[in-house]
């Protein structure tokens, strides 16, 4: 941009990333300044681009499996669910009860890794180093129970067209009530270290507002569209699995801001783990793989859309069939790339500083926008 | 100005309530593993890199060289050469490049003879490339050797027409 002599330059570009520690991955927003305050936003995306939409045209079925990993790391058994659900209704392929039994018990599971995750390099963001140990801590006990049944600490391959891959045992079912115990006595300590105090309230508190009109005019989804206080839970409005079958709330927030975000991510793993506690207790004998899936899945000609709550928000998996063993397009549907479309909305006329702070409650997993 | 004041009590008092947590955390066992000097073991289910299952009976591998594996394999890092031996086919070369290896485990599955396992080998590093490349006929032989057996003899085709590589087939 040429300047004419004799004006006076008001606004200066400033680059976010794409190495910068904030931005969780490579992104990077390129922030017009007005002094200390964001005149205007744009984020770039696209430098982790790794091609899995185009990936599956060239792959079968079964060999596009391990890619659900690694489109979100963090949440990646539900990656790995709604690809599965999709696939599992194209071929129409029925899922043995104690098979959704454990996926429910271990998707869930690692939702409360994926949360535990942002709440510790979110606080990291804001400066506060002490709680990412806490919860680090606890998501390793997260992660050690589902290395146990999975046999990966975290990209995850578990589920099969029909089923999943190994059965769980009864260490698994020990471990995970001792969890449960686990982190239900820790909360307290969370509240005392984080959600109770004052820098941290002074940070969050009616920062980063997201009215509910515009977080269904981006398409927001998950923690971040519950904490503007609307009640959307794919787990309820579209069911699937076995989750109609369990007792549990949807928390929502009030205000919209980053607390409410924050306190809605809180209160959903409480969620988790009562849902994981009544699938123990619920858990069916019986197989875990589904009879006859074929080797070579060659599903009819259509298509097919499944959608299924990630610790982000609604992952959808739309695949069209041409009768092939190959699909012939599959559109993934990321929560984290609706939810970082808002960003240039909400940290107009904002400081840097709290731009991060905003940043970082959407929970935004970088990799998993660019896919 | 009672506001103020019980306003910044309050935010006082929370900063301690947090630092109480801190302090009661120090004074119990610490939760992390020294790593070189202290190992975890891993979990049976643990998924490494594959390698073939040595039989009990036989004390061989029960790898049939159908080459099943390589097809399946999304990354085709897996390279199978047998040979035909009295009818039965053998492998000579049972080579993964476990640099592009995704452990989806769809080779493991798919294996009709069920010859292939998973390892428990974590501790991987290489300062080139080529040391990811796992010859897993190699690493039976050395299993074989903890047993005191002598390495698998190369199994010879009858002629050289009957030599065909699983790849090719494919």
């Known amino acids: 941009m040429m300047l004419e002599p004799g004006i006076e330059e008001k606004t200066f570009y400033l680059n976010l990333g794409p190495q910068h520690p904030s931005t969780h991955g490579v992104l990077r927003i390129l922030l017009e300044m007005d002094g200390e305050f964001i005149a205007n936003s744009e984020p770039v995306i696209g430098y982790g681009h790794r091609a899995h939409e185009k990936m599956a045209e060239l792959r079968t079925y079964q060999q596009y499996l391990p890619n659900m990993g690694r489109v979100d790391y963090l949440h990646a058994l539900a990656y790995n669910h709604g690809y599965c659900l999709a696939v599992e209704r194209l071929a129409g392929i029925e899922v043995p009860e104690r098979a959704e039994f454990i996926r429910v018990i271990t998707s869930e599971l690692n939702r409360i890794a994926s949360h535990l995750l942002w709440f510790g390099a979110y606080l990291l963001d804001l400066g506060a180093f002490t709680p990412f140990l806490y919860c680090f801590d606890d998501r390793e006990n997260v992660v050690d129970i589902l290395d146990r049944v999975t046999g990966s600490r975290l990209t995850y391959c578990y589920f099969r067209f029909g089923g999943v891959r190994d059965d769980i045992d009864d260490e698994f079912i020990a471990g995970c009530r001792a969890f449960i115990t686990r982190l239900r006595s820790r909360w307290q300590d969370y ?20 009215t509910p009109e515009q977080a269904l005019k981006y398409g927001v989804t998950g923690p971040c ?39 809605v991510r809180l209160r959903e793993m409480e969620q988790s783990l009562r849902i994981i506690e009544q699938a123990l207790d619920k858990l069916p004998n019986g197989p875990i793989m ?48 609706s939810n970082l ?9 904002t400081l840097v500083a709290d731009m991060v702070a905003i940043l970082g409650s959407l929970d935004l997993v970088i990799p998993e926008v660019d896919r | 100005m009672v506001a103020y004041f019980r306003e910044m009590f309050v935010g006082l008092w929370s900063l301690v309530a947090g630092m109480a947590v801190t302090i009661r955390y120090f004074v119990r066992p610490i939760v992390t593993v020294q790593y070189p000097r202290q190992k975890l073991t891993m979990t049976p289910k643990y998924r490494g890199h594959i390698e073939l299952i040595m039989d009990p009976e036989t004390n061989t591998h029960r790898c049939t060289a159908c080459g099943m594996c390589v097809r399946t394999c999304p990354s085709s890092l897996i390279t199978v050469e047998g040979v035909k031996v009295k009818k039965k086919k053998l492998p000579v070369k049972h080579v993964i490049d476990y640099s592009y290896c995704s452990l989806c485990g769809l080779c493991v599955e798919v294996c009709p003879t069920k010859a292939l396992k998973f390892s428990n080998e974590y501790r991987l590093a290489g300062y080139q490339r080529q040391d990811m490349v796992i010859d897993l006929m190699a690493r039976l032989d050395a299993e074989r050797a903890t047993v005191g057996l ?10 050289e027409e009957e030599t065909t590589s699983a790849e090719e087939k494919a």
Not at chain 1, 191 to 210: A, E, P, Q, S
Not at chain 1, 303 to 316: C, L
Request: charged letters at 30%.
């Open chain 1, 290 to 337: 589904a009879e006859k899936v074929p080797k070579r899945l060659k599903p009819a000609e259509g298509e097919v859309y499944a959608a299924v709550e990630s610790g982000r928000g609604e992952f959808g998996t739309y695949i069209v069939s041409k009768g092939d063993t190959k699909p012939y397009r599959i559109k993934l549907r990321v929560p984290s790339f």
């Open chain 2, 150 to 159: 002598p390495p698998l003899p190369i199994p010879t085709p009858e002629s």
């Open chain 1, 225 to 263: 569209l519950r904490g503007s206080g609307i009640p959307y839970d794919i787990r309820r409005s579209e069911p699937y699995s076995v989750y109609p079958l369990f007792d549990f709330e949807i928390p929502i927030g009030e205000r919209g801001d980053i607390m409410d975000r924050y306190v």
């Open chain 1, 341 to 349: 479309s808002i960003i240039s909305e909400l940290i107009k006329d």
């Open chain 1, 191 to 210: 509240d005392d270290l984080v959600t109770k105090n004052v820098i941290f309230i002074n940070r969050t508190r009616d920062v980063g507002i997201i």
